[in-house]
């Protein structure tokens, strides 16, 4: 007899715990720059910033194979069943999140380009390729996009998380123990 899983395939639950680890460091490494404009070393803020990058591409990357995955997989129901607002609610944040996961890093991406800078890679010293030529018009509005829609993110996530402890704690269904 088929016995449908209780909770997300483990690829997907590794890429949702692994994406929370690159969001969180990429975050805790935005302040690599304020190190490095309030005199610390410049040499330890460049390769700090260069850290940020590499959680931020992590983001990125861990994305791709994701939204496959998702596509494919089949989502174990959660019990009992949440009513129809509070299924549109999670799948409206689900939305927002994965639009932020591939704009903010993507728009960091796109900023070093316009700045003229490259995108090196901490620790090994790769060097990827610029996504766009430099720009200084273009390098503002991307830097100033970057930097807001990196700070909203934190809005959905507070949300998210909020969510995920309050279908745990208080309507007590399973829905957080599907991802764990
Ligand atoms: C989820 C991933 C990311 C998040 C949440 C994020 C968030 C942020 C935030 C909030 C800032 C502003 C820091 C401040 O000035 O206080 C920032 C700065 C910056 N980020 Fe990211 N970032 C991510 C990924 C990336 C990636 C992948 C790159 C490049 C490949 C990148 C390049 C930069 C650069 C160059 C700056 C400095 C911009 C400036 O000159 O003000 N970021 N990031
Ligand atoms: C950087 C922080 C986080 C991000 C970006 C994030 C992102 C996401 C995304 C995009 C989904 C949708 C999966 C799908 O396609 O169905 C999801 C699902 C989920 N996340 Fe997170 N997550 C974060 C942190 C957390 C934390 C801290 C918890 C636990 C307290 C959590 C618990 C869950 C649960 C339980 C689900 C399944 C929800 C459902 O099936 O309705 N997440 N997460």
Redesign the pocket.
């Not at 903010?104 to 991406?109: A, D, F, K």
């Not at 970057?146 to 700070?151: M, P």
């Given at each position: 007899m088929f016995i449908p899983s209780t909770r997300y395939p483990l690829s997907l639950r590794v890429i949702h715990w692994l994406t929370v680890i690159?969001?969180v460091a990429?975050?805790i490494l935005?302040?690599a720059?304020?190190h490095e404009d309030d005199g610390g070393s410049v040499v330890s803020g460049i390769s700090a910033?260069q850290w940020?990058?590499?959680?931020?591409?992590a983001?990125?990357l861990l994305l791709i194979p994701r939204i496959v995955l998702r596509i494919r997989a089949r989502v174990p129901p959660i019990i009992p069943t949440p009513d129809r607002f509070t299924a549109l609610t999670a799948r409206l944040v689900h939305v927002t999140l994965y639009a932020?996961?591939l704009a903010?890093?993507?728009?960091?991406?796109l900023?070093?380009g316009y700045?003229g800078?490259p995108?090196t890679l901490p620790w090994l010293g790769w060097q990827?390729p610029a996504l766009a030529q430099p720009n200084p018009q273009a390098n503002e509005l991307a830097?100033e996009l970057?930097?807001?829609?990196?700070?909203v993110?934190y809005g959905p996530i507070a949300l998210h998380v909020v969510a995920a402890l309050w279908h745990h704690a208080v309507r007590r269904d399973n829905t957080l123990k599907r991802m764990l």
């Open positions: 690159a969001v990429a975050a935005t302040g720059e304020e910033m940020h990058y590499a959680a931020g591409l983001v990125l932020f996961l903010v890093p993507l728009l960091g991406w900023q070093l700045a800078e995108l990827l830097e970057h930097e807001v829609l990196g700070n993110l």
